[in-house]
C-alpha cells in the first residue's frame, strides 16, 4: 500500500506486486479495479475478493497458454498472473520441434520450467503432443497449418518423441491432447487419418502412464458432425474408444449461446453418445479478442475490453452451464510474426502485450475471469431439478447451482440474443425460481465483482418457490447467490 499526501488529502494507492523467480508483475486488488457505468439502485455490500489457484482445489476452468512452442509469446513475461487469476488448468502445445532440434536429442528446458511452475502453484499443465518437425524427412510443420507428418521415418520419430514427453511428466501431468484443429481448411487433415494418429499417440500415452485422462480430436467445428461420426467410427470399430476422456472441440459463434443447438455443440453430444456413454465434450479453446483485429476467429468485429469481458464470461458460463468443462483462449495477447512484413498481433489475451511481447496490463477480462474462476470451483454442482419463469421479452440465459456440501445456491443469468455490446443499461426483470432455498440472497455483478443487497420488498418465498421483482439483468452475467457463498 502506498500513501501519499497532495494539498492537505491523504490518497492511498492498493496494488500488489508479485515477485516469483525474480520477476515482477502488478495486479489491481483494490475493490475498484474494474470500472465500468453500470449504475443499480442496490446498496453496494461488498466486492469478491479473488481466490489464488493455491486456494482453490479443483475446477473444471482452463486458460490457454498456447504458442509458447513456436515463441509467439514469452512464458517468464506472463507466468506471475497465473497463480493470481485462479483458473486451476492451462493448455500447452508441448512443441516436438522446439524440443528436439537434433535427432534423438531433447532439450527439456523450456518445459520443464513451465510444468514445474504450474505444478509449483497448483496449477494443472493439459499437453498437446503436435506439431510436426521438420528435422525428419516428411516430419511436416511446426505451425498450424499444413503440419503433419507424411513419412515413416516421421511416424517413428513422433512415437518415440510422444513416450518421451509422457516418461518425462507423467509424475506431473494427467491430461493430454492429440493434435490441434485436424479438421481446420487450411490442414484438411481426413478424419480416418486423424483417427489412427489419436489411437496410435493415445495407446503410447496410455503405455507408459496407464491413468493418463486423454482428450481426443481437438475440433476446429463445433458443426461437422459428419467429421466427428467418421472419426469416431474408425476408433470404435477398432476397440479403442475407453482410450478417451474427451473430445475437445472450438466454439467460436456470434453471440456465444449460438453454440448450443442441434446443429452445433448439442449436436456434438448426440454424435458421441451414438457410440459411447463415457466420452464426454471438453471446449478446449475460445475467446474474444479486446480490439478489431483483421483475421483470426472472430475477426473484423469492434471489440472492446467490455465487449471481450462479456464474451468470456458468457462463454464459460455457458459450458460450465451445459455441464461442459471449458477453457478461455488466452492468457496474453499472442505475437504471430511469421516474416516478409508477415505479422499479426491477436488480442485475445486476458493480458494486454504487444509485438515486444511484454506482459503490460490485466484487461477487464482477467478481472471478470478471476472474479468468476473465485466462484465456480468444483464445490459447485448444477442444481439437478433447477427451472424458473421470467417475464423478460429478450432471450436469457439462466443456470442453477448449489454448493455440494451446504446446498447453499447460486443462479446466473444474463441476456443472450446479441453478440456482448458496450452497454450497461439494466432491464428490470421478474424471474420466479423453483426448487432452490435462499436465506440471504444477493446480486452480483462478475465483470466488476460488487455484490449488492436485494432489498427484501423485492424478494419473496413460497415453499421452495422464490420469486425476485425488478432484478437488474443486461448482457452480462450476473448471480443471485446466497450471501455466504461470496462474502465471508
Known amino acids: 500500500m502506498n500513501i501519499f499526501v497532495r494539498k492537505g488529502v491523504f490518497f492511498v494507492v492498493i496494488s500488489l506486486f508479485i515477485t516469483l523467480d525474480g520477476f515482477s508483475q502488478f495486479i489491481d486488488t483494490s475493490n475498484e479495479r474494474v470500472k465500468t457505468p453500470l449504475a443499480v439502485s442496490y446498496k453496494k455490500i461488498g466486492t469478491l475478493k479473488p481466490r489464488s489457484t493455491k486456494q482453490i482445489e479443483s475446477s473444471r476452468i482452463t486458460v490457454g497458454c498456447e504458442t509458447l512452442d513456436r515463441n509467439h509469446t514469452v512464458w517468464d513475461n506472463y507466468k506471475a498472473y497465473l497463480p493470481s487469476l485462479g483458473v486451476k488448468k492451462i493448455r500447452l502445445q508441448a512443441g516436438w520441434a522446439k524440443c528436439e532440434k537434433v535427432k534423438g536429442v531433447y532439450d527439456w528446458q523450456w518445459l520443464d520450467e513451465i510444468i514445474d511452475f504450474a505444478v509449483a502453484n497448483h496449477i494443472e499443465p493439459w499437453l498437446e503432443t503436435s506439431y510436426g518437425n521438420p528435422i525428419y524427412e516428411g516430419g511436416g510443420g511446426t505451425n498450424l497449418l499444413n503440419s503433419l507428418m507424411t513419412s515413416p521415418e516421421a511416424y517413428a520419430a513422433w512415437d518415440k518423441w510422444v513416450e518421451a514427453l509422457v516418461l518425462r511428466y507423467k509424475d506431473r501431468v494427467k491430461e493430454y491432447e492429440i493434435w490441434n484443429e485436424p479438421d481446420h481448411p487450411g490442414q484438411k487433415i481426413a478424419p480416418e ?205 439462466i443456470f442453477g447451482y448449489q454448493q455440494k456440501n451446504t446446498k447453499k445456491q447460486l443462479v446466473t443469468l444474463w441476456m443472450d440474443s446479441q453478440t456482448p455490446t458496450n452497454s450497461f443499461a439494466t432491464t428490470p426483470t421478474e424471474i420466479t425460481i423453483e426448487n432452490v432455498n435462499f436465506n440471504n440472497p444477493v446480486w452480483v455483478d462478475l465483470m466488476t465483482g460488487h455484490v449488492y443487497e436485494i432489498p427484501k420488498k423485492d424478494w419473496s418465498k413460497s415453499g421452495n418457490s422464490y420469486t425476485f421483482k425488478q432484478i437488474p439483468v443486461y448482457d452480462s452475467p450476473i448471480l443471485i447467490v446466497e450471501k455466504s457463498i461470496v462474502l465471508k
Open 193 to 397: 487419418t486423424t483417427a489412427e494418429l489419436n489411437i496410435r499417440t493415445a495407446g503410447i500415452i496410455k503405455k507408459n502412464q496407464p491413468g493418463a485422462k486423454i482428450a481426443g480430436l481437438a475440433f476446429a467445428s463445433n458443426s461437422n458432425m459428419d467429421y466427428l461420426d467418421r472419426f469416431l467410427k474408425v476408433i470404435a470399430d477398432q476397440g479403442k474408444l475407453d482410450l478417451f476422456q474427451w473430445i475437445s472441440y472450438h466454439s467460436y459463434t456470434l453471440p456465444p449461446e449460438a453454440a448450443y443447438n442441434d446443429k452445433r455443440v448439442l449436436g456434438l453430444k448426440k454424435v458421441i453418445e451414438k457410440y459411447s456413454k463415457n466420452i464426454l465434450l471438453r471446449q478446449g479453446e475460445n475467446g474474444a479478442p479486446s480490439t478489431y483485429i483483421p483475421s483470426f476467429a472472430l475477426d473484423k468485429y469492434y471489440w472492446t475490453e467490455y465487449t471481450q469481458a462479456k464474451y468470456d464470461m458468457r462463454r464459460l458460463l455457458g459450458d460450465l452451464g451445459h455441464d461442459i468443462e471449458t477453457s478461455v483462449f488466452t492468457i496474453i495477447d499472442i505475437y504471430y510474426n511469421w516474416g516478409n512484413n508477415n505479422a499479426v498481433l491477436n488480442t485475445k489475451g486476458l493480458i494486454q502485450s504487444d509485438i515486444t511481447m511484454a506482459a503490460i496490463r490485466p484487461k477487464v477480462a482477467y478481472y471478470a475471469v478471476q472474479n468468476l474462476a473465485s466462484i465456480f470451483d468444483n464445490s459447485l454442482e448444477l442444481t439437478s431439478n433447477f427451472s424458473y419463469k421470467t417475464n423478460a421479452k429478450e432471450s436469457m440465459s
